[in-house]
């Protein structure tokens, strides 16, 4: 009979208000506790488990229980690691084992597809009259637009020092900005406005993301959007970046003043962007009742441009000149290889996702997919 075993995520664990006692936000040790004899009771005291939690956990933990926590790692029965996701989900995929956390793990989904594969190997629990009980987690697919959202937050955090959740942050993130520094590459390409996200620095210092020099506020984005490219076959990113209201972009191949080149040197190599034309698409964004709406446009491209709507397998080509509007769903195809969608972001105030649009530009009425 084969052992069952499971990679439990401490740090979301003791954080849970939804384990004894109730309600409380503060790390408690006595929550594994509960988990670890819930497991016990479904598979038997021989039955594994592999503890993995943050590092940051140690330091927020009580006196009493952080004394307590460094026993289990002296005594080898609790890793603590700077990231914990990562490695339980390393583990789980190597091992076979389990996950017990309340975790969906959106923002790892890309890195691990197993996991809307496996969903009973994903579980959470639920306090019951007469104890805790461990139950599936309800793993279930999302749409690439989802995974963004979440990977993008940690981008925002660990590469520019945003934090989404702060309301002085955001404001970062809702205003134009521009590098006036001369020697500057970022300033030199795009010098009317900063087209990637600002990088805080100390004190809350609004800095150039490429030579780190303060930056000119230009005023606010009003509505935005993240665009992201990548590659159909592989699905690897090429690049995001914002696009405010009645901003318009080219996406080509090659020198572009105030656009996008794939061909640029520093992005990810990919064979089909080799497809793409010089100046094959231009994106706007537009405001309207219900939110941005993002209009697309055929410049004339050797290899076609492509619309495919969410939940549609079938792609319709774009006829050279055709203007259409693409919902926050929806993928435009370049040349066959390329994906431009947008990223699902939520991070600026009165700036919701735009609503899926059919190709007249009409509101599409079904919202069944929203996530």
């Not at 940051?56 to 080898?76: E, F, K, N, T, W």
């Not at 994903?122 to 697919?141: C, H, K, M, N, Y």
């Amino acid at each position: 009979m084969k052992v069952v075993g499971a990679a439990v995520d401490v740090s979301n664990v003791c954080w849970s208000p939804r384990i004894d006692p109730l309600g409380r936000q503060e790390p408690l040790l006595s929550r594994l506790d509960l988990v670890r004899q819930a497991w016990q009771r479904l598979h038997g005291d021989t039955a594994p488990l592999t503890l993995i939690g943050d590092l940051s956990l140690l330091h927020q933990l009580s006196q009493q229980d952080a004394d307590r926590c460094l026993q289990l790692v002296d005594s080898g029965d609790l890793n603590l690691v700077s990231y914990a996701d990562p490695d339980i989900l390393a583990l789980a995929q190597d091992k076979g084992l389990h996950v017990i956390s309340a975790d969906q793990f959106i923002d790892h989904r890309r890195a691990h597809p197993w996991i809307v594969t496996a969903p009973e190997r994903f579980l959470t629990w639920t306090q019951e009259s007469d104890g805790l009980r461990l139950v599936p987690s309800g793993i279930r697919a999302v749409p690439q637009q989802e995974m963004s959202r979440r990977e993008e937050a940690k981008e925002l955090g660990y590469q520019f020092k945003i934090d989404v959740r702060r309301s002085s942050h955001k404001r970062v993130l809702r205003s134009e900005w521009r590098c006036t520094t001369l020697s500057c590459l970022e300033a030199m390409s795009s010098p009317d406005r900063l087209l990637s996200w600002p990088k805080l620095g100390p004190g809350g210092a609004v800095l150039c993301p490429s030579c780190a020099q303060p930056l000119e506020e230009l005023g606010s984005r009003g509505l935005t959007v993240v665009i992201v490219i990548a590659d159909r076959d592989t699905g690897q990113e090429l690049l995001r970046f914002p696009m405010g209201e009645n901003g318009a972009i080219v996406i080509g191949r090659g020198s572009l003043p105030y656009g996008i080149n794939l061909a640029a040197s520093g992005l990810p190599f990919s064979r089909a962007a080799g497809r793409v034309s010089r100046q094959h698409v231009q994106l706007q964004v537009t405001a309207s009742a219900k939110g941005a709406r993002v209009t697309a446009v055929d410049l004339g491209s050797k290899n076609g441009t492509a619309v495919k709507r969410f939940g549609s397998p079938a792609e319709r080509r774009l006829a050279h000149g055709e203007q259409v509007f693409v919902g926050d769903k929806d993928e435009l195809v370049l040349a066959g290889g390329v994906v431009v969608r947008q990223s699902g972001q939520r991070f600026f105030s009165g700036s919701p996702l735009a609503p899926d649009l059919d190709d007249s530009g009409g509101f599409a009425t079904s919202t069944a997919h929203e996530g």
